[in-house]
């Protein structure tokens, strides 16, 4: 409390937020994700999003430290800049604009998630008022969040998601290329969610051909809205986002900057080099171990059961709050690299993946080796080459790893509430490669895929670490 007495004094008796005002809406949006069934692409745009309103919202406070990122972060030209002579407070703008931003995102969700999304930061700007943030700065800062949502979602609507909403795609139908092989049965169980208790194949809103289902909220009991959404519900009857690759990304030029190597030609003969990554491939599943196994289960981090594979990073970014002693703004500004770096990840990823519609591993063992074979996880629904969860744990953990260091052990506790117990880890460098070859004791890549995917990724994560988030001394 001494300590914090300074602070009070030069913020006008209001002393300096708690960090856990951050560590609050990254849970809540770990949970949003969850209950409206979001795919891992989709995810990762609103957590990028998200967290730059919460970053901008904090960095309007000249005593956090941040610098804003307007004019670094590809086509946000500027936003507002709040009145020196009449400061903010930080926590405020960044709840409020956090709220404007979250609320337009989820706009085709769930009434309970912008419920929540309002009640919270209800809660978050009352709780600045209780510790002495006066009337007066409360409306300046209110003025300003309003005015900072407007231009990050304006930002927002530029980068080419919503042109994507209405573009068909047709899968090839060639021998070389990936083929879709989830099945309805996959996706019931990965349907069931706090809105969804059971799940029905006759639900109305479903056409009568399953692998024609629409995104839109298929076979529950409580199905979104019909029509055209921005949230569309993953579904693995259906290559999920063909053209994610084409989004404006957030600080790579482009999904090709940063694209990991060709692999070989599609081949079934014996002594090529795609039959040589697929038997070794072959061989080496036939020898998995039950705590590989475990190992599989552990970050399988399906949509909706888990979450994404890029929100499990972000649940660690929630326990690094308390266990490494981060202030509201460092939060915040970890908050927004990794999810910077888990957004740029996915567009360059997806830009890979549908060019080079690499075959599923499942589907190669079927034709070559094994029709009797079975993986350990479902493989999702879009193309193989390269790993869609090595590269954004590549980006992500290259931001951990710079803002944090890699040389503390911890409790990855991500998937405690859905029955996994916490994993060790000496490093995040450690989980990275864990989670890397859990996608091959799984049984969804070949080894490149990893490999190349997690070196994709790292280049994309020192990209983003390039960007000048603090205030120069």
């Known amino acids: 409390m001494a300590a914090l007495l300074p602070l009070a004094a030069c913020r006008g008796g209001a002393p300096a937020p708690d960090p856990q005002l951050v560590a609050q809406w990254t849970r809540s949006s770990l949970a949003f994700v969850r209950s409206e069934r979001l795919g891992p692409p989709v995810a990762s745009r609103v957590s990028a999003y998200a967290a ?4 901008e919202g904090y960095a309007a406070d000249p005593s956090s430290g941040l610098r804003s990122l307007a004019g670094q972060l590809n086509g946000l030209a500027s936003v507002p800049v709040a009145n020196e002579d009449a400061p903010v ?7 409020v604009a956090e709220r404007l931003v979250l609320d337009s995102l989820f706009r085709d969700g769930f009434a309970t998630t912008r419920t929540t999304i309002d009640s919270l930061a209800a809660a978050q700007v009352a709780a600045r008022v209780a510790a002495g943030v006066s009337s007066a ?3 300046r800062s209110e003025a300003h969040a309003a005015a900072l949502a407007a231009a990050i979602l304006a930002w927002a609507a530029e980068d080419g998601f919503f042109a994507t909403r209405s ?4 899968s090839p139908n060639r021998r070389d290329q990936w083929v879709n092989t989830a099945t309805l049965d996959q996706y019931v169980p990965q349907t069931l969610s706090g809105q969804s208790d059971f799940v029905s194949t006759d639900n109305p809103n479903v056409r009568l051909d399953a692998e024609e289902a629409t995104e839109r909220g298929v076979f ?15 579904n693995p009857t ?7 690759g084409t989004l404006r990304t957030f600080v790579i030029r482009d999904g090709d900057e940063c694209a990991p190597p060709a692999l070989p030609a599609y081949s079934e003969t014996p002594g090529t080099p795609f039959h040589s990554m697929a038997q070794e491939f072959y061989d080496s599943v036939r020898a998995v171990t039950a705590p590989q196994k475990d190992a599989a289960l552990f970050w399988a981090d399906n949509p909706v059961a888990t979450g994404t594979p890029g929100f499990h990073w972000i649940s660690l970014v929630n326990q690094m709050v308390s266990r490494r002693g981060l202030t509201a703004p460092e939060a915040a500004e970890l908050y ?6 888990i957004a740029d990840a996915f567009i360059g990823c997806w830009k890979e993946k549908y060019r080079s519609m690499v075959v599923r591993p499942v589907t190669y063992v079927h034709r070559v080796f094994d029709t009797h074979y079975r993986t350990v996880i479902p493989t999702p629904p879009f193309p193989e080459y390269p790993s869609g969860h090595s590269v954004q744990s590549g980006a992500a953990v290259n931001v951990l790893i710079a803002m944090l260091g890699d040389t503390i052990a911890f409790e990855d506790s991500s998937q405690v509430d859905v029955g996994q117990p916490a994993r060790h ?3 995040f460098s450690a989980a990275r490669d864990e989670m890397a070859w859990s996608r091959v004791w799984g049984g969804l890549h070949f080894l490149p895929a990893v490999v190349d995917g997690v070196a994709q990724g790292q280049c994309i994560g020192k990209r983003v670490m390039a960007l000048r988030t603090r205030s120069q001394e």
């Open 52 to 55: 730059l309103a919460l970053f």
């Open 89 to 95: 407070d930080g926590a405020i703008v960044a709840a």
């Open 137 to 139: 700065q409360r409306a």
């Open 167 to 170: 573009r068909t795609w047709v």
């Open 220 to 234: 529950t009991n409580r199905p979104k809205a019909a029509g055209p959404t921005t949230l569309p519900s993953f």
């Open 238 to 244: 259906r290559p999920t986002e063909p053209y994610w």
């Open 336 to 341: 927004l690299l990794t999810s910077l770096a």
């Open 425 to 427: 880890f000496e490093s």
